[in-house]
Nanobody, 122 residues
Framework: VQLQASGGGLVQPGDSLRLSCAAS????????MGWFRQAPGKQREFVAG???????RYTHSVEGRFTVSRDNAKNTMYLRMNSLKPEDTAIYSC?????????????????WGRGTLVTVSS
């Protein structure tokens, strides 16, 4: 049972970035997947999530800018982030839940991977 987020980096405001979350096979195919982030000095927050059938959910602050997707054949979930802002700076982590719908509470996710740092700065 492993999850690994990657793709973070240092970008300028307005730039785009795509994060990936690679999962062991039995996790991704049957689980809801979610992206969370934690900024310095702040609590972890839900960013976006997707069910196994492709239903998505986003936190309000990223709607219209971020797109979550998954490729079950590649056991990978993605987060496309456009129009990045300095307030998007955080460590982004992916998680998997046995629920059948996207949940915003981190306590309801069963598996977590190590995060990847996204820094948005000019």
């Amino acid at each position: 049972v492993q999850l690994q987020a990657s793709g973070g980096g240092l970008v300028q405001p307005g730039d785009s970035l795509r994060l990936s979350c690679a999962a062991s096979g039995h996790i991704l195919s049957g689980h809801v997947m979610g992206w969370f982030r934690q900024a310095p000095g702040k609590q972890r927050e839900f960013v976006a999530g997707i069910t196994s059938s492709g239903t998505t959910r986003y936190t309000h602050s990223v709607e219209g800018r971020f797109t979550v997707s998954r490729d079950n054949a590649k056991n990978t979930m993605y987060l496309r982030m456009n129009s990045l802002k300095p307030e998007d700076t955080a460590i982004y982590s992916c998680a998997a839940s046995r629920s059948n719908r996207v949940l915003a509470s981190s306590t309801l996710y069963d598996y977590w991977g190590r995060g990847t740092l996204v820094t948005v700065s000019s």
